[in-house]
Protein backbone atom coordinates (compact mmCIF):
# COMPACT_ATOMS: atom_id res chain seq x y z
CA UNK A 1 0.00 0.00 0.00
CA UNK A 2 1.41 3.71 -0.35
CA UNK A 3 -0.01 6.80 0.98
CA UNK A 4 -2.46 8.64 -1.13
CA UNK A 5 -0.95 12.16 -0.93
CA UNK A 6 3.46 12.49 -0.91
CA UNK A 7 3.69 12.72 3.13
CA UNK A 8 7.02 14.82 2.42
CA UNK A 9 6.18 18.36 3.73
CA UNK A 10 2.62 17.83 4.01
CA UNK A 11 0.64 19.41 6.45
CA UNK A 12 -0.97 16.81 9.30
CA UNK A 13 -3.30 17.84 12.36
CA UNK A 14 -3.04 14.52 14.56
CA UNK A 15 -6.53 14.68 17.04
CA UNK A 16 -5.91 12.77 20.11
CA UNK A 17 -2.62 12.55 22.01
CA UNK A 18 -2.99 8.85 23.59
CA UNK A 19 -0.91 6.14 22.71
CA UNK A 20 -1.82 5.87 18.75
CA UNK A 21 -1.82 9.38 18.21
CA UNK A 22 1.62 9.71 19.85
CA UNK A 23 2.62 7.07 17.16
CA UNK A 24 1.28 8.27 14.08
CA UNK A 25 2.69 11.82 14.93
CA UNK A 26 6.02 9.76 15.23
CA UNK A 27 5.77 7.97 12.38
CA UNK A 28 4.38 10.79 9.96
CA UNK A 29 7.00 12.73 11.26
CA UNK A 30 9.69 10.68 10.14
CA UNK A 31 8.49 10.50 6.93
CA UNK A 32 9.05 14.14 6.32
CA UNK A 33 5.74 15.33 7.32
CA UNK A 34 4.66 18.39 9.23
CA UNK A 35 2.56 17.39 12.36
CA UNK A 36 0.54 19.35 14.70
CA UNK A 37 -0.97 17.41 17.51
CA UNK A 38 -4.34 18.33 19.42
CA UNK A 39 -5.86 17.03 22.36
CA UNK A 40 -8.72 18.50 24.87
CA UNK A 41 -7.21 16.81 27.58
CA UNK A 42 -5.87 19.36 30.29
CA UNK A 43 -2.31 20.00 29.99
CA UNK A 44 -1.90 19.23 33.41
CA UNK A 45 -3.54 15.60 33.08
CA UNK A 46 -1.10 14.89 30.20
CA UNK A 47 2.56 15.04 31.43
CA UNK A 48 3.41 11.53 29.23
CA UNK A 49 1.88 12.74 26.36
CA UNK A 50 3.71 16.62 26.68
CA UNK A 51 7.47 14.79 27.76
CA UNK A 52 6.65 12.71 24.36
CA UNK A 53 6.07 15.39 21.60
CA UNK A 54 8.30 17.70 23.00
CA UNK A 55 11.13 15.24 22.45
CA UNK A 56 9.99 14.53 19.18
CA UNK A 57 9.40 18.55 18.39
CA UNK A 58 6.37 18.08 17.12
CA UNK A 59 3.91 21.41 18.03
CA UNK A 60 0.78 20.39 19.95
CA UNK A 61 -2.15 21.80 21.84
CA UNK A 62 -3.61 20.70 25.34
CA UNK A 63 -6.84 21.42 26.89
CA UNK A 64 -9.36 22.15 23.98
CA UNK A 65 -8.83 21.86 20.28
CA UNK A 66 -8.19 25.49 18.31
CA UNK A 67 -8.52 26.31 14.60
CA UNK A 68 -5.14 25.53 13.79
CA UNK A 69 -6.49 21.54 13.21
CA UNK A 70 -7.89 22.88 10.27
CA UNK A 71 -4.65 24.43 8.91
CA UNK A 72 -4.07 20.68 7.20
CA UNK A 73 -3.99 18.63 4.51
CA UNK A 74 -5.26 15.84 6.08
CA UNK A 75 -6.64 14.96 9.94
CA UNK A 76 -5.44 11.64 11.56
CA UNK A 77 -8.17 10.50 14.32
CA UNK A 78 -7.63 8.70 17.66
CA UNK A 79 -10.62 5.85 18.21
CA UNK A 80 -10.90 7.83 21.53
CA UNK A 81 -12.55 10.96 19.56
CA UNK A 82 -16.21 10.21 18.19
CA UNK A 83 -16.77 11.03 14.60
CA UNK A 84 -20.23 12.66 15.07
CA UNK A 85 -18.30 15.63 16.93
CA UNK A 86 -18.48 19.39 15.92
CA UNK A 87 -14.88 19.51 15.30
CA UNK A 88 -14.51 16.49 12.92
CA UNK A 89 -18.10 17.17 11.18
CA UNK A 90 -17.04 20.57 10.85
CA UNK A 91 -13.40 19.23 8.95
CA UNK A 92 -15.48 16.89 6.44
CA UNK A 93 -17.78 19.97 5.52
CA UNK A 94 -14.20 21.97 4.57
CA UNK A 95 -13.11 19.13 2.01
CA UNK A 96 -10.53 18.19 4.70
CA UNK A 97 -10.22 13.70 4.71
CA UNK A 98 -10.00 12.09 7.68
CA UNK A 99 -7.69 8.82 8.00
CA UNK A 100 -7.34 6.74 11.45
CA UNK A 101 -3.97 5.40 12.42
CA UNK A 102 -4.73 2.14 11.30
CA UNK A 103 -5.14 3.48 7.23
CA UNK A 104 -2.00 5.80 7.85
CA UNK A 105 0.36 3.09 9.51
CA UNK A 106 -0.82 0.76 6.43
CA UNK A 107 0.57 2.93 3.99
CA UNK A 108 4.39 2.19 4.85
CA UNK A 109 3.89 -1.55 5.50
CA UNK A 110 5.60 -4.36 3.81
CA UNK A 111 4.20 -7.07 5.59
CA UNK A 112 1.10 -8.95 5.21
CA UNK A 113 -1.62 -7.99 7.57
CA UNK A 114 -3.98 -10.14 9.46
CA UNK A 115 -6.31 -7.80 10.71
CA UNK A 116 -9.20 -9.30 13.09
CA UNK A 117 -12.28 -7.62 14.28
CA UNK A 118 -15.83 -8.27 16.06
CA UNK A 119 -17.68 -6.99 19.29
CA UNK A 120 -16.67 -9.90 21.13
CA UNK A 121 -13.42 -11.94 21.08
CA UNK A 122 -10.92 -9.83 19.01
CA UNK A 123 -8.38 -9.85 21.29
CA UNK A 124 -8.09 -13.01 22.34
CA UNK A 125 -8.48 -14.50 18.68
CA UNK A 126 -5.28 -11.50 17.80
CA UNK A 127 -3.13 -12.73 20.57
CA UNK A 128 -3.28 -16.56 19.40
CA UNK A 129 -3.07 -16.02 15.98
CA UNK A 130 0.02 -13.87 16.32
CA UNK A 131 1.42 -16.94 18.67
CA UNK A 132 0.81 -19.60 15.80
CA UNK A 133 2.95 -17.48 13.30
CA UNK A 134 5.37 -17.04 16.11
CA UNK A 135 5.50 -20.57 17.48
CA UNK A 136 6.24 -21.22 13.16
CA UNK A 137 9.38 -18.71 13.39
CA UNK A 138 7.66 -16.16 11.41
CA UNK A 139 8.68 -12.50 12.40
CA UNK A 140 5.36 -11.61 13.86
CA UNK A 141 4.26 -7.97 15.34
CA UNK A 142 0.42 -8.23 17.81
CA UNK A 143 -0.44 -4.70 17.77
CA UNK A 144 -4.05 -2.15 16.78
CA UNK A 145 -6.53 -1.94 19.27
CA UNK A 146 -4.43 -4.48 21.36
CA UNK A 147 -3.10 -2.08 23.11
CA UNK A 148 0.28 -1.62 21.16
CA UNK A 149 -0.42 1.08 17.81
CA UNK A 150 0.77 -0.39 14.54
CA UNK A 151 2.21 2.88 13.90
CA UNK A 152 5.14 1.80 16.41
CA UNK A 153 6.31 -1.24 14.11
CA UNK A 154 4.92 -0.89 10.98
CA UNK A 155 8.60 0.50 9.30
CA UNK A 156 10.38 -2.45 11.31
CA UNK A 157 7.69 -5.17 9.50
CA UNK A 158 9.28 -6.63 6.00
CA UNK A 159 7.92 -8.49 3.47
CA UNK A 160 8.97 -11.95 5.63
CA UNK A 161 6.92 -10.79 8.19
CA UNK A 162 3.63 -10.68 9.32
CA UNK A 163 1.55 -8.13 11.25
CA UNK A 164 -1.22 -9.09 12.87
CA UNK A 165 -3.67 -6.41 14.13
CA UNK A 166 -6.67 -6.12 16.30
CA UNK A 167 -9.11 -3.33 14.71
CA UNK A 168 -12.17 -1.83 16.32
CA UNK A 169 -15.29 -0.08 14.43
CA UNK A 170 -13.64 3.52 15.36
CA UNK A 171 -10.69 2.62 13.46
CA UNK A 172 -12.36 1.33 10.73
CA UNK A 173 -14.29 3.72 10.55
CA UNK A 174 -11.80 5.99 8.93
CA UNK A 175 -10.25 3.94 6.40
CA UNK A 176 -9.28 4.56 2.69
CA UNK A 177 -6.96 2.29 1.29
CA UNK A 178 -6.60 -0.37 4.28
CA UNK A 179 -6.30 -3.77 3.00
CA UNK A 180 -5.42 -6.88 4.89
CA UNK A 181 -3.91 -10.25 3.28
CA UNK A 182 -6.68 -12.17 5.69
CA UNK A 183 -9.68 -10.51 7.21
CA UNK A 184 -11.61 -11.52 10.21
CA UNK A 185 -14.97 -11.00 11.29
CA UNK A 186 -15.17 -13.14 14.59
CA UNK A 187 -18.85 -11.77 15.09
CA UNK A 188 -21.34 -8.84 15.41
CA UNK A 189 -23.38 -8.25 18.70
CA UNK A 190 -25.02 -4.62 19.65
CA UNK A 191 -22.06 -2.10 21.30
CA UNK A 192 -21.19 1.10 21.13
CA UNK A 193 -24.45 2.63 20.48
CA UNK A 194 -23.79 5.39 22.25
CA UNK A 195 -21.37 6.59 19.15
CA UNK A 196 -22.90 5.23 16.24
CA UNK A 197 -26.16 5.88 15.10
CA UNK A 198 -27.72 2.96 15.23
CA UNK A 199 -26.78 -0.71 15.37
CA UNK A 200 -26.51 -1.01 11.25
CA UNK A 201 -24.62 2.16 11.28
CA UNK A 202 -22.02 0.18 13.88
CA UNK A 203 -22.35 -2.70 11.57
CA UNK A 204 -21.38 -1.08 8.66
CA UNK A 205 -18.24 -0.05 10.24
CA UNK A 206 -17.27 -3.61 11.07
CA UNK A 207 -17.72 -4.85 7.44
CA UNK A 208 -15.32 -2.20 6.24
CA UNK A 209 -12.26 -4.36 7.14
CA UNK A 210 -13.39 -6.07 3.96
CA UNK A 211 -14.23 -3.47 1.84
CA UNK A 212 -10.26 -2.94 -0.19
CA UNK A 213 -10.07 -6.82 -0.62
CA UNK A 214 -9.63 -8.98 -4.08
CA UNK A 215 -9.64 -12.29 -5.51
CA UNK A 216 -5.97 -13.17 -4.07
CA UNK A 217 -7.19 -11.81 -0.22
CA UNK A 218 -8.30 -13.81 2.42
CA UNK A 219 -12.16 -12.98 4.11
CA UNK A 220 -12.54 -15.46 7.35
CA UNK A 221 -15.93 -15.20 8.85
CA UNK A 222 -18.73 -16.45 11.02
CA UNK A 223 -21.05 -18.43 9.39
CA UNK A 224 -23.38 -18.80 12.11
CA UNK A 225 -23.77 -15.25 12.82
CA UNK A 226 -26.82 -14.15 10.31
CA UNK A 227 -25.98 -10.51 9.55
CA UNK A 228 -22.00 -11.29 8.80
CA UNK A 229 -22.91 -14.65 6.95
CA UNK A 230 -25.22 -12.36 4.92
CA UNK A 231 -22.78 -9.28 4.20
CA UNK A 232 -19.83 -12.09 3.88
CA UNK A 233 -21.51 -14.32 1.14
CA UNK A 234 -21.12 -11.64 -1.53
CA UNK A 235 -17.58 -10.81 -1.26
CA UNK A 236 -15.00 -11.66 -4.16
CA UNK A 237 -12.49 -12.36 -1.74
CA UNK A 238 -11.12 -16.14 -0.90
CA UNK A 239 -13.84 -16.70 1.77
CA UNK A 240 -13.25 -19.09 4.75
CA UNK A 241 -16.27 -19.62 6.68
CA UNK A 242 -16.20 -20.74 10.51
CA UNK A 243 -19.04 -22.91 12.60
CA UNK A 244 -19.32 -24.90 15.34
CA UNK A 245 -23.21 -25.67 14.21
CA UNK A 246 -22.68 -26.47 10.45
CA UNK A 247 -20.70 -28.83 8.34
CA UNK A 248 -19.58 -26.47 5.63
CA UNK A 249 -17.91 -27.19 2.39
CA UNK A 250 -15.21 -24.69 3.17
CA UNK A 251 -13.48 -22.77 6.04
CA UNK A 252 -13.66 -25.03 8.84
CA UNK A 253 -16.18 -26.26 11.49
CA UNK A 254 -16.79 -28.33 14.56
CA UNK A 255 -18.31 -31.64 14.80
CA UNK A 256 -18.95 -34.24 17.01
CA UNK A 257 -16.18 -32.45 19.83
CA UNK A 258 -13.34 -32.29 16.98
CA UNK A 259 -12.58 -29.63 15.03
CA UNK A 260 -11.92 -29.95 10.44
CA UNK A 261 -9.94 -27.52 8.48
CA UNK A 262 -11.27 -28.00 4.57
CA UNK A 263 -8.54 -27.73 2.06
CA UNK A 264 -9.49 -28.48 -1.40
CA UNK A 265 -11.98 -31.11 -1.47
CA UNK A 266 -10.44 -32.46 1.88
CA UNK A 267 -11.98 -31.96 5.27
CA UNK A 268 -8.69 -32.45 7.36
CA UNK A 269 -9.02 -32.85 11.46
CA UNK A 270 -6.98 -30.86 13.07
CA UNK A 271 -7.74 -30.79 16.75
CA UNK A 272 -10.06 -32.26 19.65
CA UNK A 273 -12.10 -29.83 20.92
CA UNK A 274 -11.53 -31.01 24.24
CA UNK A 275 -7.41 -30.57 23.94
CA UNK A 276 -7.96 -26.65 23.05
CA UNK A 277 -6.75 -25.11 26.77
CA UNK A 278 -8.90 -22.00 26.26
CA UNK A 279 -12.05 -23.20 27.68
CA UNK A 280 -16.08 -22.27 26.49
CA UNK A 281 -18.08 -22.23 22.92
CA UNK A 282 -16.68 -18.18 22.74
CA UNK A 283 -13.14 -19.36 22.69
CA UNK A 284 -13.68 -22.60 20.19
CA UNK A 285 -14.97 -19.97 17.81
CA UNK A 286 -11.91 -17.65 18.59
CA UNK A 287 -9.67 -20.73 18.14
CA UNK A 288 -11.33 -22.07 14.92
CA UNK A 289 -10.97 -18.60 13.37
CA UNK A 290 -7.22 -18.23 14.69
CA UNK A 291 -6.54 -21.98 12.68
CA UNK A 292 -7.97 -20.33 9.35
CA UNK A 293 -6.25 -17.13 9.96
CA UNK A 294 -2.45 -18.75 10.35
CA UNK A 295 -3.87 -21.39 8.19
CA UNK A 296 -4.37 -18.80 5.29
CA UNK A 297 -0.65 -17.61 5.67
CA UNK A 298 1.16 -21.19 5.84
CA UNK A 299 1.31 -22.15 9.35
CA UNK A 300 1.44 -25.48 9.40
CA UNK A 301 -1.14 -27.88 10.87
CA UNK A 302 0.53 -29.50 13.70
CA UNK A 303 2.07 -25.84 14.73
CA UNK A 304 -1.66 -24.36 14.84
CA UNK A 305 -3.01 -27.57 16.80
CA UNK A 306 0.39 -27.46 19.32
CA UNK A 307 -0.69 -23.37 20.32
CA UNK A 308 -4.36 -24.26 20.95
CA UNK A 309 -3.33 -26.91 23.03
CA UNK A 310 -1.06 -24.01 25.12
CA UNK A 311 -2.17 -21.39 24.54
CA UNK A 312 -3.63 -19.82 28.19
CA UNK A 313 -5.63 -17.01 26.98
CA UNK A 314 -5.42 -13.62 27.77
CA UNK A 315 -5.06 -10.84 30.74
CA UNK A 316 -8.34 -9.55 31.70
CA UNK A 317 -10.28 -12.52 29.71
CA UNK A 318 -11.97 -14.24 32.47
CA UNK A 319 -8.51 -14.54 34.03
CA UNK A 320 -8.24 -16.37 37.36
CA UNK A 321 -6.98 -14.11 39.91
CA UNK A 322 -6.88 -16.17 43.20
CA UNK A 323 -9.26 -18.61 45.67
CA UNK A 324 -9.84 -17.02 48.96
CA UNK A 325 -12.15 -19.39 51.45
CA UNK A 326 -13.11 -21.19 48.73
CA UNK A 327 -14.58 -19.14 46.56
CA UNK A 328 -12.72 -18.25 43.03
CA UNK A 329 -11.99 -15.14 41.46
CA UNK A 330 -12.09 -13.76 38.29
CA UNK A 331 -11.16 -10.66 36.04
CA UNK A 332 -13.02 -10.51 33.23
CA UNK A 333 -12.53 -6.86 32.73
CA UNK A 334 -12.44 -6.99 28.87
CA UNK A 335 -16.25 -7.76 29.26
CA UNK A 336 -17.28 -3.87 28.20
CA UNK A 337 -20.47 -5.47 26.37
CA UNK A 338 -23.52 -7.90 26.49
CA UNK A 339 -22.85 -10.45 24.27
CA UNK A 340 -19.29 -11.15 26.07
CA UNK A 341 -21.26 -11.12 29.98
CA UNK A 342 -23.59 -13.67 28.27
CA UNK A 343 -20.75 -15.50 27.47
CA UNK A 344 -19.34 -15.27 30.71
CA UNK A 345 -21.66 -15.77 32.49
CA UNK A 346 -22.08 -19.20 30.85
CA UNK A 347 -18.56 -20.05 31.47
CA UNK A 348 -19.40 -20.94 35.36
CA UNK A 349 -21.79 -24.27 36.74
CA UNK A 350 -21.03 -22.60 40.20
CA UNK A 351 -23.44 -19.58 41.51
CA UNK A 352 -22.30 -16.18 40.47
CA UNK A 353 -21.31 -12.90 42.59
CA UNK A 354 -21.67 -10.70 39.54
CA UNK A 355 -19.32 -7.01 39.69
CA UNK A 356 -20.62 -5.43 36.75
CA UNK A 357 -21.18 -1.34 35.79
CA UNK A 358 -19.56 1.57 34.30
CA UNK A 359 -19.86 4.15 31.53
CA UNK A 360 -23.52 2.71 30.00
CA UNK A 361 -22.99 2.66 26.20
CA UNK A 362 -26.45 2.31 25.23
CA UNK A 363 -26.80 -1.55 26.32
CA UNK A 364 -30.09 -3.45 25.85
CA UNK A 365 -29.85 -5.82 29.30
CA UNK A 366 -32.44 -7.91 28.63
CA UNK A 367 -30.27 -10.83 27.01
CA UNK A 368 -28.64 -11.46 30.52
CA UNK A 369 -32.06 -11.60 32.36
CA UNK A 370 -33.02 -15.14 32.72
CA UNK A 371 -29.21 -15.95 32.82
CA UNK A 372 -28.74 -13.60 35.59
CA UNK A 373 -31.90 -15.03 37.22
CA UNK A 374 -30.74 -18.70 37.17
CA UNK A 375 -27.03 -18.03 37.77
CA UNK A 376 -26.67 -14.72 39.71
CA UNK A 377 -26.69 -14.53 43.40
CA UNK A 378 -25.91 -10.70 43.63
CA UNK A 379 -25.03 -8.32 41.81
CA UNK A 380 -22.44 -5.65 42.93
CA UNK A 381 -23.23 -2.39 40.97
CA UNK A 382 -20.46 0.44 39.97
CA UNK A 383 -20.10 3.48 38.00
CA UNK A 384 -22.63 5.86 35.39
CA UNK A 385 -24.80 2.79 34.85
CA UNK A 386 -25.43 1.56 38.34
CA UNK A 387 -28.51 3.30 38.94
CA UNK A 388 -29.89 1.66 35.15
CA UNK A 389 -28.79 -1.54 35.69
CA UNK A 390 -30.33 -1.59 39.45
CA UNK A 391 -33.62 -0.56 37.64
CA UNK A 392 -33.16 -3.76 34.87
CA UNK A 393 -32.17 -6.37 37.69
CA UNK A 394 -33.32 -6.22 40.65
CA UNK A 395 -36.42 -8.27 39.93
CA UNK A 396 -33.86 -10.69 38.73
CA UNK A 397 -31.38 -10.67 41.70
CA UNK A 398 -30.52 -9.34 44.56
CA UNK A 399 -29.03 -5.71 43.63
CA UNK A 400 -25.99 -3.99 45.60
CA UNK A 401 -24.82 -0.31 45.06
CA UNK A 402 -21.13 0.43 45.57
CA UNK A 403 -19.05 3.13 45.66
CA UNK A 404 -15.74 2.21 44.39
CA UNK A 405 -14.33 -1.42 43.43
CA UNK A 406 -12.79 -1.82 46.60
CA UNK A 407 -16.36 -1.22 48.05
CA UNK A 408 -17.38 -3.56 45.06
CA UNK A 409 -15.17 -5.97 45.91
CA UNK A 410 -15.61 -5.83 49.75
CA UNK A 411 -19.22 -6.11 49.17
CA UNK A 412 -18.73 -9.19 46.79
CA UNK A 413 -16.80 -10.85 49.78
CA UNK A 414 -19.69 -10.67 51.78
CA UNK A 415 -21.89 -12.40 49.38
CA UNK A 416 -20.52 -15.03 48.32
CA UNK A 417 -20.37 -18.50 49.31
CA UNK A 418 -18.47 -21.49 49.53
CA UNK A 419 -18.31 -22.70 45.78
CA UNK A 420 -19.25 -19.22 44.37
CA UNK A 421 -17.28 -17.21 41.33
CA UNK A 422 -16.92 -13.11 42.39
CA UNK A 423 -16.96 -12.60 38.68
CA UNK A 424 -15.94 -8.72 37.40
CA UNK A 425 -17.98 -8.46 34.20
CA UNK A 426 -18.90 -5.12 33.94
CA UNK A 427 -20.95 -4.96 30.25
CA UNK A 428 -20.05 -1.57 30.31
CA UNK A 429 -17.23 0.85 29.14
CA UNK A 430 -14.60 1.60 32.09
CA UNK A 431 -13.80 5.39 31.41
CA UNK A 432 -16.35 6.67 34.35
CA UNK A 433 -13.86 5.60 36.80
CA UNK A 434 -11.07 4.13 35.08
CA UNK A 435 -8.39 5.00 32.12
CA UNK A 436 -9.38 1.65 30.41
CA UNK A 437 -10.62 -1.92 30.66
CA UNK A 438 -7.20 -2.80 32.43
CA UNK A 439 -6.58 -0.54 34.47
CA UNK A 440 -9.88 -1.40 35.33
CA UNK A 441 -9.03 -5.32 35.82
CA UNK A 442 -5.70 -4.49 37.71
CA UNK A 443 -7.66 -2.35 40.27
CA UNK A 444 -9.98 -5.60 40.95
CA UNK A 445 -7.21 -7.82 40.83
CA UNK A 446 -5.03 -5.68 43.12
CA UNK A 447 -7.50 -5.40 45.53
CA UNK A 448 -8.62 -9.19 45.47
CA UNK A 449 -5.01 -9.94 46.05
CA UNK A 450 -5.20 -7.92 49.50
CA UNK A 451 -8.09 -9.53 50.90
Known amino acids: MSAPVKIESVRVSVLGAARSGIAVARLLQSQGAAVFVSDRKPREEAAEQVQALEKLGVPFEFGAHSDRVFDADFIVISPGVPSNTNLVQHALKVGLNIYSEIEVASWFCRAPIVAITGSN ?8 TGRMFEKAGRKTVVVGNIGIP ?21 QLDHISTFKPKTAVLLNITPDHLDRYENYQAYMNAKFKVFMNQSADDFSIYNHDDGPVRLHCDGLSSTRLPFSVKDKLPQGAFAEDGKVYLVEGAKRVLLIDSTEIRIRGVHNLYNSIAS ?34 DEVKYVNDSKATNVDAVWYALGSFDSPIVLIAGGKDKGN ?23 AKMQKEFSDKTKCIMATSMEDAVLKARREAMRGDVVLLSPACASFDMFQDYEHRGREFKRLVGEL
Open 121 to 128: GKTTTTSL
Open 291 to 324: ALAARSLGVPLEVIADTLCEFPGVEHRLEPVREL
Open 150 to 170: ISDYVLDAGEDSVVVAEVSSF
Open 364 to 386: DYSPLFELVKKKVRAMILIGQAA
